[in-house]
């Protein structure tokens, strides 16, 4: 349940392998060092909370996590909830959810979670993930254009109404260096590929509004000095009242670090051929979130383009994310004084980008072309993120896509009887084919394919009971059943019970595991009798053949006879 993959990575551990891993972190350190600053300011927090998450999270995520190279820290994910949570609650109300998300996911883990997060369905994924894309850009145009406003609304209309106000404020200063940030982030690839782009953009912006003395807004003109070393850790105060409205939001937090963090995981394990251990990297994502919040920092979760950045770069163990956060504990110590100098406007300019990199538009135009169902999922949750809430989106995307299979499955044409008249459709050859036996008038035989689940019950039930002409013998052929579930049980014994009253006797034929302990559990499969249950519908009609010959059963079909 909980192995982390550094322990089991270190056994053929080489200088080689370090010396790779050592240059991947100081790289990937230097890469986190402008995101961890820019997503703390846009989720409403000071940047020193973003450097202490992403240098505690950062190491216990290396360090414990179950994949070799995951890198840990603030993501953009989290900007919405984070920012709504601090509108509504503050800081401290940040710490404590962030306290009670890190448990969340230890609880995942532990009861082995890992595997049922990867089933959020992927319209639920892309639409809330397009919609936070959207909301990091809006936050920062305040920043972007210079714009004199104090405090930026959490609701994404009223922030544009608000910007509509003072566009005639805009500073032009401060579009310039937004705009030129934007151009060297997206254009320095083409350049070199030894250093990134947002550091680059991060150097001359600043150098430039500091040699020309430019009025801009800095980090050190909104937050003051940025402090060189990290706190002492410190366990928040816990208030009922509080912890109770925190829940949902804590909730929210866990499932997007668990989804985020697996994902990066897979992605990762594409790019070095391995395979991560997604329990174990829930509990360290749970583990690195408490300790997060003591430190007071924010939710950390992996970081995709962190952890490829690192792979890119010759990472392959987690001694790469351990080094990262060491680098920016360095980074913090020595140069941490300067970046007071570092321009609002820079910081705006960069998270355009990661912005405009994370909407997954591409992903967003395939499924809008999927089934309408998962179209209305995908613009459910994508307007909901939008206008209202993410913790309100994704609970509404996941049940309404729940709802909408559930109906699917529904309304599949999964139960039907089978006459002497309907060719079966198996190959030739196979024992259980119909095609060429010859089933009496006074023998029903009933297909039920897929799950036999609450959502066919009733179907069953209805399509039983439809049948006006009351046969002797009905058989129930389940050799596409493999799943079960209490209300079918409830369904199959009412069935059952309402057959016995008219005379008629119940044979099933080829029952799987599943429901077969089903039935036995319940008490149904002594009540209906084991004789009774074939294993292929050959014997089925066999047994049925020679039960017709019965003077009792004749007996029986003559009372019921119309």
């Not at 050190?220 to 829940?247: A, K, N, Y």
Request: some cysteine; charged content about 10%.
């Amino acid at each position: 349940m909980f192995r982390p993959k550094l322990f089991t990575s270190l056994k053929d551990y080489s200088f080689r392998q370090f010396r790779s891993d050592a240059t991947a972190g100081l790289i990937v350190g230097v890469v986190a060092l402008p995101l961890a600053i820019a997503f703390a300011i846009a989720s409403g927090v000071s940047p020193d909370r973003g450097l202490v998450t992403a240098v505690v999270a950062g190491f216990l995520i290396s360090a414990l996590g179950g994949s070799r190279v995951q890198i840990g820290g603030p993501t953009g994910a989290f900007v919405v909830i984070v920012y709504s949570i601090v509108q509504t609650h503050g800081v401290d109300g940040l710490i404590v959810a962030t306290l009670m998300g890190g448990c969340i996911l230890m609880i995942f883990g532990m009861m082995g979670f890992g595997g049922v997060l990867k089933f959020i369905p992927y319209p639920v994924t892309v639409g809330f993930t397009s919609a936070i894309a959207i909301i990091i850009a809006t936050t920062q145009v305040k920043d972007f254009l210079g714009l004199p406003v104090g405090s930026v609304p959490a609701n994404f209309i009223s922030q544009w109404v608000i910007y509509a106000k003072y566009v005639s404020h805009v500073s032009p200063y401060a579009l310039m260096l937004g705009t030129l940030t934007i151009l060297i982030v997206a254009y320095w690839h083409k350049i070199s590929h030894k250093l990134p782009g947002s550091i680059i953009a991060l150097v001359i912006v600043t150098l430039l509004s500091a040699l020309f003395q430019l009025p801009v807004e800095t980090i050190g003109s909104r937050f003051g000095s940025i402090p060189q070393t990290l706190p002492m850790p410190h366990f928040p105060h816990l208030d009922f009242e509080l912890v109770r409205d925190l829940v949902p939001s804590a909730f929210t937090i866990a499932i997007l670090a668990g989804i985020e963090s697996l994902l990066s995981a897979v992605v990762a394990d594409g790019m070095i051929g391995g395979k991560h251990r997604s329990n174990t990297e829930l509990i360290a994502q749970g583990i690195a979130n408490v300790a997060s919040s003591l430190f007071g920092g924010m939710p950390a979760t992996g970081a995709i383009a962190r952890t490829a950045t690192n792979v890119h770069n010759g990472g392959r163990t987690p001694v790469a994310g351990i080094v990262h956060a060491l680098t920016l504990v360095l980074i913090m110590t020595f140069f941490g004084h300067w970046a007071v100098h570092i321009p609002l406007a820079c910081l705006a300019g960069i998270l355009m980008v990661v912005s405009y990199r994370m909407c997954e538009w591409h992903s967003f135009a395939m499924v809008l072309k999927a089934p309408k169902s998962d179209v209305i999922v995908l613009l459910s949750t994508f307007f909901l993120t939008i206008l209202f809430d993410l913790t309100l989106a994704i609970e509404v995307g996941v049940i309404l896509a729940c709802f909408l299979l559930i109906q699917r499955l529904s309304v599949a044409p999964n139960i039907g009887m089978i006459t002497k008249d309907i060719m079966d459709k198996e190959l030739n050859g196979d024992l259980m084919d119909l095609k060429d036996k010859n089933i009496p008038e006074s023998v029903e035989v009933f297909e039920i394919v897929g799950a036999f689940f609450f959502g066919v019950a009733s179907t069953f039930t209805e399509t039983i009971n439809s049948i006006e002409k009351k046969p002797r013998i009905r058989i129930l052929r389940m050799r596409n059943v493999l799943y079960m579930d209490a209300t079918a049980l409830n369904a199959l014994r009412h069935v059952y019970r309402n057959a016995t009253k008219n005379g008629i006797r119940i044979l099933i034929s080829g029952i799987h595991a599943q429901p077969l302990i089903a039935l036995q559990h319940s008490g149904l499969y002594a009540e209906i009798g084991e004789e009774n249950f074939l294993a292929n519908v050959d014997h089925a009609l066999s047994f049925a053949a020679g039960l017709l010959e019965s003077p009792s059963v004749a007996a029986g079909a003559e009372a019921i006879t119309p």
